[in-house]
């Protein structure tokens, strides 16, 4: 079977060399009494794996080289180890990484039993770490309320697109921020936002300001477009440090902040967290996204890679802005 392994560290962007594919005897395939083999059929593309290139310290290790790829992933067990309860054939989610097969043990899987109205790709997406991450950052962190304007960058992303639709439940006025027209189109015609607009529109700075001052910023891309944010914050305003997409693939550190100081006169507060901190509660979250996935309250959009030899030329997607909604990878024929 192939996997794709890490086979140099990228000094910016992810290019022909960081990956390599290999094969990988079926002989090699050793499962342990408490383990699983798992035949991957969906994969996750997730910017936070370009930090897993990075040889830095981070809340997961980095993958080495020579390593399969991490990815999070949905598969169905073939084979299992004497101990393990799980039956065959039943779909799993789990850090399967990129490849056709994995040996993973049973209690580092999740059963998946996609009930009707849900796909089971939904749980790489609304009902995985992007609405998860959308869900808690927002009301743990954002504590936005009805009424309040939040902005959104990234915002027809897997997690903005997200964002924007809990922020307009809450009541909130929502502004997305995107890369283009026809996202910013889809963000108001599909996903509802009061105004999405276009930062690389040549009318993006006026656009921004007519936004006016904002409650809550929840920030998945960092830079010049945070900085701006900063600059318009309404007293007791809350920025939500999600993600900062433009510096991951940043050779030394990251631009510096200039309108920090604004948190001062505002007496606002900025917060980072890590979806995987909110565990314990991510029942309460997946009871009321599937709720909204199956009324049809809440959209969802996919863009589906066929074909794991594609995943390398894939995730840089993510960086250019070539996807709307989740990006996922489609290896097996579920
Ligand atoms: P997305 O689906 O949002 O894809 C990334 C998008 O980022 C692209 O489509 C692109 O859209 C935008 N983008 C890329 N480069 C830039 C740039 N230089 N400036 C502005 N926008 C840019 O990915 P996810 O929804 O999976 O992730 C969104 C963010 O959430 C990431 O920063 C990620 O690291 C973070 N995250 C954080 C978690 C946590 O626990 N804290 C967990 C999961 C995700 P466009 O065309 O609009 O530029």
């Keep these: 079977y192939t996997r794709i392994v890490l086979n140099e560290r990228p000094p910016g962007d992810i290019d022909s060399k960081t990956f390599r594919s290999e094969k990988v005897p079926y002989s090699k395939v050793k499962v342990g009494d408490d383990q699983v083999l798992v035949q991957v059929t969906w994969l996750s593309l997730d910017p936070a794996m370009r930090g897993w290139l990075r040889d830095e310290r981070s809340y997961l290790p980095p993958v080495q080289i020579g390593e399969t790829m991490r990815a999070g992933g949905l598969g169905v067990i073939v084979d299992k180890g004497r101990n393990v309860k799980s039956k065959i054939g039943q779909l799993v989610s789990g850090t399967f990484g990129w490849t056709e097969y994995a040996v993973v043990n049973e209690k580092d899987t999740e059963a998946i039993d996609a009930p009707q109205g849900l796909l089971e790709i939904d749980y790489l997406n609304n009902l995985g770490m992007a609405g998860l991450t959308a869900y808690f950052g927002l009301k743990d962190i954002g504590q936005v309320k009805a009424g309040e304007t939040l902005v959104v960058s990234g915002a027809a992303g897997a997690v903005g697109s997200m964002v924007c639709q809990l922020g307009l439940r809450a009541g909130a006025k929502v502004y997305g921020i995107a890369g283009s ?125 066929e074909g794991l030899e594609n995943a390398p030329s894939a995730l840089p997607l993510l960086f250019s802005g070539g996807n709307t909604g989740k990006l996922v990878v489609k290896v097996a024929e579920p």
């Design 181 to 305: 027209q026809d996202k910013c189109e889809w963000l108001e015609k599909e996903i509802g936002v009061t105004k999405a607009i276009n930062y690389k529109g040549p009318s993006f700075r006026q656009d921004f300001r007519d936004i006016g001052y904002l409650d809550v910023y929840f920030d998945n891309v960092g830079g010049d477009i945070l900085d701006m944010c900063l600059s318009r914050l309404n007293r007791n305003a809350r920025i939500v440090l999600c993600g900062a997409i433009s510096a991951y693939n940043s050779v030394g550190k990251p631009k510096g902040i200039q309108n920090y100081l604004t948190l001062i006169s505002q007496r606002a507060k900025i917060q980072g967290f890590i979806v995987f901190d909110y565990v314990k509660r991510y029942p309460e979250a997946i009871a009321e996204i599937s709720q909204g996935l199956r009324d049809g309250s809440i959209k969802r959009k996919f863009h589906i890679v």
